[in-house]
């Protein structure tokens, strides 16, 4: 399975954006990049994934490097509640039993 | 739609008690896991189902079992509880093709004393 790496921690300030980077220099072709995050004493709950183009949904943005090496999340206006734990997961399509490997992921720190 | 039910939230063991965490799911997804979290880390896999009557080993299985006999519930078992299981614990479901996301559950944390 290719691997991803992220910072262990990043901090923000509420209502500015934030990037949390990830680097998969060993993706396939057909892997996808999935985005999770962990809330305090929560389950994690999906945020975004894509392939090649860059996404946008109610939550984020996934911003997705041409050569496809490295992706950042981007969370526009982060709030306090955006404090958690991201993780950035990869998926290949054509792997139907393939399980998702969650890391240590990224620990967002949000000041007020 | 509930989701993903997992059942129960909270649950203390004596070492060398059996216990079944109970998970279901009711949007009619194809593959179910069972993940733990301990202090700190991340995610890791214990077993995982890609349909009713099918399960497989994950990264850590030993001293767990699973069975999947309908498409919506998948029980984790403890058959005999150490100190070393205590743990958050997670299931999740999703559908069959890889860019489909998982739906986690809450978690049941689980102590053994």
């Known amino acids: 399975d290719a691997k991803t790496t992220q910072p262990n921690s990043m901090e923000s300030n509420e209502e500015e954006p934030v990037h949390l980077p990830c680097n998969h220099s060993?993706?396939?072709?057909?892997?996808?990049i999935h985005w999770y995050r962990q809330l305090p004493s929560q389950g994690p709950e999906y945020v975004i994934h894509g392939l090649t183009s860059n996404v946008n949904n109610r939550m984020a943005s996934l911003a997705i490097a041409e050569d496809r090496k490295s992706s950042t999340l981007i969370l526009h206006r982060a709030t306090l509640r955006d404090a958690a734990v991201y993780y950035c997961?990869?998926?290949?399509?054509?792997?139907?039993?393939?399980?998702?490997?969650f890391g240590p992921g990224t620990r967002l720190s949000v000041l007020p | 739609n509930a989701g993903v039910t997992q059942t129960p939230k909270f649950q203390v063991l004596k070492t060398g008690q059996s216990m079944t965490l109970q998970c279901a799911q009711d949007m009619n997804h194809e593959y179910m896991s069972w993940y733990r979290q301990d202090p700190g880390m991340g995610l890791r896999l214990i077993h995982y189902?890609?349909?009713?009557?099918?399960?497989d080993q994950g990264e850590v299985p030993n001293g767990y079992n699973v069975s999947r006999s309908t498409t919506e519930d998948f029980p984790l078992r403890l058959l005999s509880a150490a100190p070393s299981q205590t743990s958050v614990y997670f299931c999740?479901?999703?559908?069959?093709?890889?860019?489909?996301?998982?739906?986690f559950g809450s978690g049941t944390r689980l102590t053994v004393v």
């Open positions: 060993t993706i396939s072709g057909t892997d996808y």
């Open positions: 189902s890609v349909g009713a009557g099918i399960t």
């Open positions: 999740a479901s999703r559908r069959g093709r890889a860019n489909y996301g998982y739906t």
């Open positions: 997961i990869l998926r290949d399509v054509y792997n139907y039993g393939q399980n998702f490997v």
